[in-house]
């Protein structure tokens, strides 16, 4: 049944889902990617930032990530680039963030929705784009107060971006498509989409908008990295 507030607005939803892919090493450096290891110790020169340390491309997160937009019905495009993201955290080393959101790896594809996934009616969801990028470090807060700790071990981490074109309509079709997605990169041996640790993360783009306007008319809201199905329900 589709949602609608008794007000007379409804929902226009867009997901940005973030995973890490089951790569032995980092995007960009030779450093482990296994996750829980002891603070800094999965980092290298290129993770840290270091002035002169080149950044070298991980063949495997690459054939990932085609797999990944294969599954999905999408196009491996027969160019992609990669670019510099400039922003300032204290748990971003580099200073700025490697990804492709000019030239990604995949564009198109979708994901269906129906009584298999628990949806009374049949829902197709398109995939915009997929692009490969890497995570940040971790910021840890409270351990010494007025102090934060940064674990570089995440740095570099490779990740896909999976941004789904604003066709969702309610938070039911949100959770089952996040679960659909997790279930399907689990499958193909992309990631083993463990949101409690971070392996996949959502960002919810919501806008509201009167019943008969314009379902793109609404202003949008960004609500990031949210780690649990519930958390994307109530978002």
């Not at 997605?181 to 392996?199: A, D, K, T």
């Amino acid at each position: 049944m589709r949602w609608h507030t008794t007000a007379g607005f409804k929902a226009t939803i867009g997901l940005e889902l973030h995973v890490q892919l089951l790569a032995a090493q980092k995007l960009f450096s030779a450093a482990s990617a296994k996750w829980n290891e002891p603070p800094n110790t999965n980092v290298n020169v290129a993770d840290a930032g270091f002035p002169g340390a080149l950044p070298q491309l991980n063949p495997e997160c690459v054939q990932l990530a085609a797999r990944a937009i294969l599954a999905l019905n999408g196009q491996i495009q027969q160019r992609s680039a990669f670019d510099r993201k400039h922003y300032f955290y204290a748990d971003q080393p580099l200073g700025y963030q490697i990804t492709q959101q000019h030239h990604p790896i995949g564009r198109g594809g979708y994901v269906d929705l129906g009584s298999l996934d628990g949806l009374e009616y049949v829902k197709r969801i398109g995939i915009h784009q997929l692009q490969l990028e890497q995570d940040t470090a971790k910021s840890i807060h409270g351990v010494y107060p007025g102090h934060v700790l940064v674990d570089l071990n995440r740095a570099g981490v490779a990740l896909i971006e999976i941004v789904s074109k604003p066709d969702v309509d309610t938070a039911d079709e949100a959770v089952m498509y996040v679960r659909k997605m997790q279930n399907l990169l689990r499958h193909i041996g992309v990631s083993n989409c463990n949101m409690e640790e971070g392996s996949l993360r959502c960002d919810v783009n919501v806008s509201v908008y009167r019943d008969g306007e314009d379902r793109l008319s609404g202003t949008r809201c960004e609500l990031k990295n949210l780690n649990s199905l519930k958390v994307i329900r109530g978002a």
